[in-house]
């Protein structure tokens, strides 16, 4: 093997394995793709969609109340597979569901990206320190904090989910959108 391709291999390899190195980084701390498992997020997130998480976000600031959060479950749910849900409670807010709507503070939120009115009574309950009451989009068919008789706690919140990439035409940046009424 001649000289000029045995330093070509040589920079390919090193090259090849820093982009290796560096990957697992990135996807380890920074960010990581997603693929959403479930309809509980319909309509913002379709079955098979595929999200943008920053992993590190939650270092540096709190979840804010419309963040749409990946996590592990509460373990009271015996679950291995993520969660993926909007930020509706934070702690020590009193959340209630009624007249089809969520209550937080006795205040009615609004919600454009719901696609019904919940048909469902929840509450008043207060939000614990260090937990947060999270939701599905699809209100009505979404297995989420309302059902649990458990809280998600901060320690389990594994990053926010910030862009839409997949598929292509639904490429989009991932919007709060809540707000009071």
């Known amino acids: 093997m001649s000289k ?5 291999i040589k920079e390919l390899l090193s090259i090849v394995i820093t982009a290796f190195i560096l990957a697992m980084i ?13 309809g509980s ?5 379709q ?11 939650y270092h540096f600031k709190e979840p804010v109340r419309g963040d ?8 009271v749910l015996n679950s291995d597979t993520y969660f993926i849900k909007r930020v509706i409670g934070l702690p020590g807010e009193t959340v209630e ?14 919600e454009p ?6 048909n469902y009574r929840f509450g008043p309950v207060v939000v614990p320190n260090d937990s947060l009451l999270v939701l599905g989009d699809n209100r009505n068919n979404s297995f989420d904090s309302h059902l649990w008789n458990a809280w998600l706690t901060r320690e389990r919140i594994k990053g ?3 862009m839409l990439y997949w598929p292509v035409n639904h490429v989009k940046l991932m919007e709060r959108e809540v707000s009071f009424e």
């Open 26 to 38: 990135l996807r380890t701390f920074v960010i990581e793709g997603r693929e959403i498992p479930s």
């Open 68 to 75: 749409v959060v990946i996590f592990d479950p509460p373990k």
């Open 47 to 57: 079955i098979d969609d595929r999200v943008m998480v920053n992993k590190f976000i």
């Open 160 to 162: 926010k989910a910030f």
């Open 41 to 45: 997020m319909l309509p913002t997130l």
């Open 97 to 110: 569901m009624k007249d089809g709507k969520v209550f937080i503070n006795e205040r009615a939120l609004k």
């Open 4 to 8: 000029d391709l045995k330093g070509f």
């Open 113 to 118: 990206y719901l696609p019904e009115s919940l």
